[in-house]
């Protein structure tokens, strides 16, 4: 008889690859490796709910015994997607294949045609315009952006950034000129998946940090997600960290801005005191955005061992009736060349008090938003893809 859980914690390790899928050369990486190369360079690592739940079974490392019955259900899922970005990944948990990837423009930046009238509409004239590092272009530029200025640049990722100071630009003309952006970037060859604004203060002269008041601009879902589906069938759907950003806020009810990926862990503890039916959808950015993006495989291990922590709490407060599952959207191996997320299988960890512990082989990352539908006894929306577990767990 298939068990159904009444609450559901989907957690985004954002960038928690577990080794190169085959076609990893066709994206530009080789032997890539997330977890495996932190391990190497910064480990071992103190995880011991990990371990427990089972991640160190799908990725055996040197010093960690697995002889030990994991308590967890495990898969080691690949992409489907011809992508290795943020939305692509979250997307396809949901039930969309991104066929044809957003436009990029790491090599030449962004077209002149395009910059000219993002100039003529904002005000302000852009400098920057190429790809690099949200620290290494403040160092740069900074200093220039009182000249009546804003600091466009790109990555690696299809993404347009605009880096504002909050005391000269203003946080609400940031945003406005951002919005501007997202509607230049609409039009077929100029499409990227996000619009970026990165605000920042001057802490002392010449030494510069970015806030926590970061706003996506995002393109919406093509079509229909299990989070439509869920929301339409009037269940609960939370998101918590940047999955409004992802998803444009389509199919949620509610959701929580963090701060932090440990900020992030808290807010999902608190929730699972509360009283809801549904999804609560969690994206831990810090991973990707602090230290996989700027190759920090020090940083990326200790908030690794952080997010274990509050793992560690998370499990003590869950109910027999939950399903929390554990899973990444692509790698970023900070050992790797360049900047760029890696293309890599992910983990998926699905855990409650009632499971059988269980090893499957692997499937596309659709097989999470085809579980959690079943679960819920919704229908899948048209076009969606996946297949469901739940009978296994």
Not at 22 to 32: I, K, M, N, S, T
Not at 128 to 153: F, H, P, R, W
Not at 306 to 319: E, N, S, T, Y
Request: net charge negative; aromatic share 8%; glycine share 10%.
């Amino acid at each position: 008889m298939k068990k159904h859980y009444r609450r559901v914690f989907l957690i985004v390790l954002d960038s928690l690859g577990i080794g190169a899928m085959p076609d990893a050369a066709d994206f530009g990486d080789g032997a890539v490796d997330t977890f495996g190369h932190i391990w190497e360079t910064a480990g071992p690592l103190d995880i011991p709910n990990l371990k427990r739940l089972g991640f160190c079974h799908l990725h055996p490392v040197s010093g960690v015994d697995t002889s030990c019955t994991p308590e967890g259900f495990l898969m080691k899922l690949s992409e489907c997607s011809r992508a290795k970005d943020t939305m692509a990944g979250h997307w396809e948990m949901m039930g969309i294949e991104t066929k044809k990837p957003f436009q990029t423009f790491t090599d030449t930046g962004f077209p002149k045609e395009l910059i000219d009238e993002l100039e003529k509409r904002c005000g302000r004239r852009v400098i920057g315009n190429k790809s690099a590092s949200g620290t290494e272009i403040l160092n740069e530029l900074a200093s220039q952006e009182k000249d009546n200025c804003m600091i466009v640049y790109t990555s690696a990722d299809s993404v347009l950034q605009i880096c504002g100071n909050e005391e000269t630009f203003d946080l609400d003309n940031l945003y406005r000129c951002c919005e501007i952006a997202r509607q230049l970037t609409m039009k077929d060859e100029w499409k990227v998946g996000r619009v970026i604004a990165r605000p920042y203060i001057e802490e002392s002269p010449g030494v510069y940090r970015r806030t926590a008041n970061r706003r996506d601009y995002a393109v919406s879902p093509p079509q229909k997600t299990v989070l439509d589906a869920l929301s339409e069938n009037g269940l609960d759907v939370i998101g918590v960290g940047k999955i409004h950003d992802i998803f444009s806020g389509q199919g949620l009810t509610r959701w929580l801005h963090s701060d932090s990926s440990v900020e992030g862990m808290q807010q999902t503890v608190a929730l699972a005191g509360e009283d809801f039916h549904g999804l609560c959808f969690v994206n831990l950015v810090d991973f990707d955005a602090k230290w996989g993006h700027r190759r920090n495989p020090d940083g990326y291990a200790r908030e690794i061992e952080a997010f274990d922590k509050g793992l560690g709490q998370l499990l003590q407060v869950l109910r027999p009736d939950d399903l929390l599952m554990i899973t990444a959207d692509h790698g970023n191996d900070p050992t790797a060349p360049g900047t760029d997320h890696t293309r890599e299988y992910v983990p998926l960890i699905c855990w409650s008090k009632s499971i059988e512990n269980s090893r499957m082989d692997g499937d596309s990352f659709g097989v999470i938003g085809a579980t959690i539908a079943e679960n819920f006894g919704v229908k899948m929306p048209e076009g969606c893809i996946g297949e469901s577990v739940l009978s296994k767990l």
